[in-house]
């Protein structure tokens, strides 16, 4: 089981970012997404969650109207597409993947994740 992100960097305030984490050892299709992020002395937080059954998606208040998370099924591939970027969206950005049964009052607990990547930095200078 493995889930790799990708395509972190650097970029300027009010720039775009993508972030994708493409998945292998586990049916894709049975599994919700999430991404989750990680600043230096913060809590991890939830981001964004998708889910590949219903097409449902959840977003941290944070980020919402500046990211939109997809899924590809055929890539077996979850994206992030950040805009409006801002100095606070600097953290280590992970994605996470559960059994497909997290909903809009639990998808941003990171206990009820099965299985982690090893995050991707994105920093955002001002």
């Known amino acids: 089981v493995q889930l790799v992100e990708s395509g972190g960097g650097l970029v300027q305030a009010g720039g775009s970012l993508r972030v994708s984490c493409a998945a292998s050892?586990?049916?894709?299709?049975?599994?919700?997404y999430g991404w989750f992020r990680q600043a230096p002395g913060k809590e991890r937080e939830g981001v964004s969650y998708?889910?590949?059954?219903?097409?449902?998606?959840y977003y941290a208040d944070s980020v919402k109207g500046r990211f939109t998370v997809s899924s590809d099924n055929a890539k077996n591939t979850v994206s992030l597409q950040m805009n409006s970027l801002k100095p606070e969206d600097t953290a280590v950005y992970y994605c996470?993947?559960?059994?497909?049964?997290?909903?809009?009052?639990?998808?941003?607990?990171?206990?009820?994740?099965?299985?982690w990547g090893q995050g991707t930095q994105v920093t955002v200078s001002s």
């Open positions: 996470a993947a559960d059994r497909g049964r997290l909903r809009s009052t639990n998808w941003y607990i990171d206990a009820r994740y099965d299985y």
């Open positions: 998708i889910s590949t059954r219903d097409g449902s998606t």
């Open positions: 050892g586990f049916t894709f299709d049975d599994y919700g």
